[in-house]
Nanobody, 123 residues
Framework: VQLVESGGGLVEAGGSLRLSCAAS????????MGWFRQAPGKEREFVAS????????YYEDSVEGRFTISRDNAKNTVYLQMNSLKPEDTAVYYC?????????????????WGQGTQVTVSS
């Protein structure tokens, strides 16, 4: 199984970025997908998740209304559109897959992880 994130970078506060995560080696359409982030010196935290069918989406409170998670099962890809970015959004962003197929915020429920992509928001 391989999850490969892309789309990170440096952006000014108020700007936007779109992260992508391409999956291979798994039946992507059966897995729920999540985005997590980890800032220096902090624990990995939940950002957003989407069920296998896209019928259920869940967001961490601080990103609700600014970030949107979506997926394209035909392309084995999950996305995270990030708008109105803030300096506190600076972190390494990871995508993850869980075989439960349902949205969950629990790190331990995700079996597969990508290598991460850096997002830096300048003030």
């Amino acid at each position: 199984v391989q999850l490969v994130e892309s789309g990170g970078g440096l952006v000014e506060a108020g700007g936007s970025l779109r992260l992508s995560c391409a999956a291979s080696g798994l039946t992507f359409s059966s897995y729920a997908m999540g985005w997590f982030r980890q800032a220096p010196g902090k624990e990995r935290e939940f950002v957003a998740s989407i069920s296998w069918s896209s019928n259920s989406r869940y967001y961490e409170d601080s990103v609700e209304g600014r970030f949107t998670i979506s997926r394209d099962n035909a392309k084995n890809t999950v996305y995270l559109q990030m708008n109105s970015l803030k300096p506190e959004d600076t972190a390494v962003y990871y995508c993850a897959a869980n075989a439960l197929g349902i949205t969950t915020t629990i790190v331990e429920k995700y079996e597969h992880w990508g290598q991460g992509t850096q997002v830096t928001v300048s003030s």
